[in-house]
């Protein structure tokens, strides 16, 4: 099992620029996140959902876009990125909500 | 509300304990225990229900004060590979949602 798998793994964006972070999980989890981590801070969530079809907000969603067409998957758009989005995105499954969490290893995304 | 961590970072020799406090401001249904290392992802410690009992295993195990709504996460006799990161994720009301606290970085040194 390759567990939860992001990609990418770096990336730098201009202001105002578009993009998609992949996330895809090979272990039939319900349950998917989002969160970002800024220096000094613990992780926030952005958005996750708890089954196909079904998304819903976290603690920090704006600028963020999700989507759940499939139990495997769940993108996360940045729409008009802005130097504010600068920091460490981390995907996260479980089987169900409240469960332990596996992570993704992260992609180190840049606004400049 | 974020969760406030105690302390902030604690440098530590091998074989010496250690004890990182989660404390929230709200009535909480659980709170999860992550370790991160630098650069990595964050792996589960455990996960502690209101309710329920003590966990631990190996040398790690934590507690949960419903009354204070504070948990405590006990490292005994630590190991280098304990070096790292702990994070709390408190929980309210079963909703899926996670607060993180902002860390608290161990050190081990031999």
């Known amino acids: 099992n390759a567990g939860v798998t992001q990609t990418p793994k770096f990336q730098v964006l201009k202001t105002g620029q578009s993009m998609t972070l992949q996330c895809a999980q090979d272990?039939?989890?319900?349950?998917m996140s989002w969160y970002r981590q800024d220096p000094g801070m613990g992780l926030r969530l952005i958005h996750y959902s708890v089954g196909a079809g079904i998304t819903d907000q976290g603690e920090v969603p704006n600028g963020y876009n999700v989507s759940r067409s499939t139990t495997e998957d769940f993108p996360l758009r940045l729409l008009s990125a802005a130097p504010s989005q600068t920091s460490v995105y981390f995907c996260?499954?479980?089987?169900?909500?409240?469960?332990?969490?596996?992570f993704g290893s992260g992609t180190q995304l840049s606004v400049l | 509300q974020q969760p406030v961590q105690s302390p902030q970072a604690v440098i530590l020799r091998e074989g010496e304990d250690a004890v990182i406090n989660c404390s929230s401001s709200?009535?909480?249904?659980?709170v999860h225990w992550y370790r991160q290392k630098h650069g990595e992802a964050p792996v589960f410690l455990m996960i502690?229900?209101?309710g329920g009992e003590q966990k631990g295993h190996d040398k790690i195990s934590a507690s949960f004060n419903e009354k204070k709504q504070q948990s405590s996460l006990y490292l005994t006799a630590s190991q280098l590979s304990y070096s790292g990161t702990y994070f709390c994720g408190t929980e309210i009301n079963s909703n899926y949602q996670l607060i993180w606290g902002a860390g608290t970085k161990l050190i081990i040194k031999p």
């Open positions: 272990m039939n989890h319900e349950y």
């Open positions: 709200k009535a909480l249904y659980s």
């Open positions: 996260a499954s479980s089987t169900q909500g409240g469960e332990k969490l596996f």
């Open positions: 502690l229900l209101k």
